[in-house]
């Protein structure tokens, strides 16, 4: 199976081993994994803050660098939103203004297949245990996006239960936002601040070494928190435990 590894701007920016992690576990479960080098942002950001216009160009790119392949998979559930969630959205609402139907039908080929990692692995690939190794005690996040907008449910977890020499543990609150946001966290900052705190002290309390979500710009929230108030734990995308072996066990 050839498919398109759709990286997102904060894991190329910020986060890239979670982008090299993705390949090394697909790779390893036999399939073909192409990283097409034009891909930029899909557009979220925009989108988000109110600049909806403006965002059609980069869904349209993303849909003309994407086209061809059988699946694309990232590793952001709140990308993976985007596009499954508000690409058609976009087409409606340009429909609804009377500017055809151009948008909707270059958008809806990609919409379908793009999937989020843990996704693909349960549903498209039909696997739960990746033949992982990591020796740690995890407790999961479920992020927002993944969540709500994908209704990833079970996904994640079935996969980390699976994993060799990891030890669940449940985080209480889990299904309550850790208040990033995106543009949130900087508009409300003090509300977002309360939020992330109150996510890492229930993290704290489960005695886990790692905490783990599927996005790592919540990620990147909750370990900012974990910094400021100098916990011991640390933030792990759910990737880069999936890819992890006994020949080469991740941090």
Do not use: W
Not at 26 to 36: A, I, K, Y
Not at 136 to 141: G, R
Not at 174 to 182: D, I, L, Q, R, Y
């Amino acid at each position: 199976m050839r498919v398109a590894l759709f990286l997102t701007c904060v894991n190329d920016t910020l986060y890239p081993d979670t982008g090299r992690a993705v390949v090394r576990l697909l790779t390893r479960l036999g399939v073909e994994v192409d990283f097409p080098t034009a891909q930029t942002c899909c557009g979220q950001a925009h989108y988000n803050t109110g600049y909806r216009h403006e965002a059609e160009p980069l869904a349209r790119r993303f849909a003309d660098v994407f086209a061809g392949y059988e699946a694309i998979v990232t590793p952001s559930g709140s990308c993976g939103a985007m596009v499954r969630e508000l690409y058609p959205r976009m087409g409606e609402r340009a429909r609804a203004e009377g500017r055809g139907d151009t948008l909707a039908a270059v958008l809806a080929p990609v919409v379908p297949k793009t999937y989020e990692l843990t996704e693909f692995l349960v549903d498209v690939l039909g696997v739960t245990d990746v033949g992982a190794y990591y020796p740690h005690t995890v407790t999961y996040h479920p992020t927002c996006h993944g969540l709500r907008s994908l209704g990833l449910g079970d996904r994640p977890r079935r996969l980390l239960e699976a994993v060799k020499g990891l030890e669940l543990v449940e985080l209480p609150g889990a299904e309550e936002c850790c208040g990033f946001g995106g543009t949130f966290a900087v508009k409300n900052s003090d509300v977002s601040a309360a939020m992330g705190a109150d996510k890492v002290r229930n993290a704290e309390s489960t005695g886990a070494d790692v905490l783990c979500a599927a996005d790592n710009s919540c990620l990147m929230h909750i370990g900012g928190t974990m910094a400021r108030l100098r916990t011991g734990m640390r933030p792990v995308h759910i990737a880069e435990i999936l890819a992890s072996t006994e020949e080469a066990v991740a941090a």
